[in-house]
């Protein structure tokens, strides 16, 4: 333990993609066009929600959320894959490593169970749409996004614990875009089985539990639309559906294939291409499906121009 103290790790560097370091210019034109799309699209469908009052009803609260947690989920890492691109090999000091990854598995989390609530959200509203008003009531919107953001930010706490306790005392070179728990497990010195089987527990019961109640709610969804005998009503809301699944399930498929298994040793090269997927490009689409494809937030943005120009006049 003493030579482990001698040589511990105080910082990381972070690697990305070695061999596309010679394109790092044109990469971070790409990263940076993708982050302000994202920052543009999730910050006009906040601003609509909240100014338009037609527009403050639980599903779109719920989406209105959801664009202020992508907001601060892409804020977590990609500003430094930025500065990474135009300076390759960037260090990142052991304790910022471990924030990194904490507040980007707990905003993760809080997603993964965001996603659940408003699943759950339309399966009231499409299944029992009788009922809907008086169970989906104001206070139990605002206890559902506390739920969410409570359980999302005390979940990763135990992996975070147990990855802060290990020796790092060989490589500091993580083969990743950012520092995540896989990479980091794969640099300590000693049997990190425990730290693996934690994860998997951790990570099992929150995305495979989430992912099953969100396939649930929209299995019974599509059931009750194919009753709809109005064939307009019924592709709209089947359109909707498949739109809001397909995110899920590209969001949902890379989150299990990164975090829940049970083994050491990790396919890093997948894991960053993987990791694109659901930092990047997931976060650009959500306002798009959810929200820019929605009517209702169409006929706002409409009414809010409008208002505008009559206002310049």
């Not at 495979?208 to 599509?222: A, K, P, V």
């Amino acid at each position: 333990m003493e030579n482990w103290n001698k040589s511990r790790v105080t910082e990381f560097i972070l690697v990305g993609f070695p061999a596309l370091y010679n394109y790092g210019p044109i990469l971070f034109l790409c990263l940076l066009l993708a982050y302000l799309l994202t920052i543009i699209g999730n910050v006009l469908v906040f601003t609509i929600i909240c100014l338009d009052t037609r527009l403050h009803i639980p599903m779109y609260c719920f989406i209105g959320v959801l664009s202020i947690l992508e907001l601060c989920y892409t804020a977590v890492n990609i500003p430094k894959m930025l500065i990474n691109l135009l300076k390759p090999r960037e260090g990142i000091s052991f304790t910022n490593c471990l924030l990194q990854t904490y507040f980007f598995h707990s905003l993760g989390v809080s997603e993964c169970y965001l996603l659940t609530t408003m699943a759950y959200d339309r399966y009231l509203a499409i299944c029992h749409p009788l009922r809907y008003s008086s169970i989906m009531t104001g206070k139990v919107t605002i206890k559902l996004f506390c739920s969410c953001f409570i359980a999302g930010f005390l979940s990763p706490v135990p992996e975070i614990i147990l990855i802060s306790q290990l020796p790092y005392c060989s490589s500091n070179e993580i083969q990743h875009i950012f520092c995540d728990s896989p990479p980091l497990l794969s640099l300590a010195c000693i049997d990190t089985s425990v730290n693996v089987l934690v994860d998997f527990i951790i990570n099992s019961f929150v995305l495979l539990g989430t992912f099953s109640f969100i396939m649930i709610s929209y299995i019974r969804i599509i059931v009750a639309i194919m009753k709809i005998k109005n064939s307009g009503g019924r592709t709209k809301a089947f359109s909707t559906c498949v739109s809001h699944l397909a995110v899920v399930l590209v969001f949902f498929s890379c989150a299990i294939f990164m975090y829940v298994r049970l083994r050491d040793s990790y396919s890093l090269y997948y894991d960053r291409v993987l990791a694109v997927f659901y930092t990047v490009l997931t976060p650009i689409f959500n306002p798009i499906i959810y929200s820019l494809r929605n009517k209702e937030i169409r006929l706002a943005i409409e009414r809010r121009m409008c208002k505008s120009r009559d206002f310049s006049k």
